[in-house]
């Protein structure tokens, strides 16, 4: 890893934190009025593929979409406004923070649906594989979504037709309030499940940034030879509740214990001492790079509320249109 990408890595990390700490922070404004999923304490793995993916690689997400966004390229003034419900918004504010959408950048988009967006990544990898275009797809799911029939249908077609498809699995070991252990059999994981569909599967640290990157690049430049869909998976933790901006370790289904341990383990920091103790940044290049995040964010959130709601007579200007 160069240094220019180590401090790329570091800056996306930052904002993706910065920009969702500030999303908890005003949500009890009542301005943005959907619901939202943040993905604190897990900025690591979103931030790698964010780096390993190119521009012309297509992406889609879930529910818990924010990082992957912004990862990929997507606009910050245009998520925010999206939240905010305003015209201006990536999805027009008709879809809110679950529904992230911008194909400029290959950001395909994402659904509230746990496991929707599966066979829509796969189908955006076919003609990929037909007109050998050298682009992938890149799947963001969560833990649950190996749980479900559309997943095992997508990843049993991506290997038999050898599609260039990244399935990539951001473990946090919760569905909802559900733990693994009361989903899945003892002594099962994922990625071994998957791998009996016929890929090439990886297990890893989610909270290790530059470990993380590594696996990617390695993926990404099989799957660009031929190679056919890869499944990684990582292990991370979401810090903040399921849906919405506060702590819920009190109530019941995970310990204030068990969060300290991950919180202990906070990707950001960690990537932030790594790369001082190594020369490869200082104290003042991490104040540089936390004064511009800063500006870009406060000046997404004015747009945001400057922006104007959708007219009444839109709200089904989509439906009709297609309707003919």
Request: aromatic share 10%; glycine share 10%.
């Amino acid at each position: 890893m160069t240094a220019e990408t180590s401090r790329r890595l570091l800056f996306d990390m930052l904002r993706i934190r910065s920009v969702e700490e500030t999303i908890a922070a005003r949500y009890g404004e009542q301005k943005m009025r959907c619901p939202t999923h943040l993905s604190v304490g897990q900025e690591a793995v979103a931030a790698a593929a964010g780096v390993v993916l190119e521009k012309t690689d297509l992406a889609v997400s879930g529910h818990r979409a924010h990082a992957h966004y912004l990862a990929k390229g997507g606009s910050l003034k245009a998520m925010i406004a999206e939240i905010y419900g305003k015209v201006t918004g990536c999805a027009r504010g008709k879809g809110g923070s679950m529904h992230l959408i911008d194909e400029s950048v290959g950001f395909m988009g994402s659904t509230a649906i746990v496991g929707g967006t599966v066979p829509v990544g796969v189908g955006l990898s076919y003609p990929m594989k037909l007109n050998n275009t050298g682009q992938i797809a890149c799947v963001f799911l969560g833990d649950a979504v190996p749980e479900t029939g559309v997943f095992f249908e997508s990843v049993n077609f991506a290997v038999v037709k050898q599609l260039p498809v990244l399935f990539l699995c951001e473990n946090n070991g919760y569905s909802v309030y559900s733990p693994l252990g009361v989903r899945q059999p003892p002594g099962r994981k994922l990625y071994e499940l998957v791998a009996g569909f016929g890929l090439t599967t990886h297990h890893g640290d989610g909270n290790d940034a530059r470990a993380v990157y590594a696996a990617l690049s390695e993926g990404v430049a099989a799957i660009r030879a031929g190679e056919g869909p890869r499944f990684y998976e990582f292990e991370t933790y979401r810090w903040r509740e399921h849906c919405g901006p506060n702590y819920d370790n009190d109530i019941g289904y995970r310990s204030v214990a068990e969060y300290d341990a991950w919180k202990l383990r906070d990707p950001v920091p960690a990537l932030q001492r790594a790369l001082i103790a190594e020369g490869v940044i200082g104290d003042a290049d991490v104040a540089a790079m936390q004064a511009t995040i800063d500006a870009e964010i406060a000046e997404a959130f004015a747009f945001a509320e400057a922006s104007p709601f959708p007219p009444a007579e839109d709200a089904f200007a989509d439906v009709y249109a297609a309707a003919g």
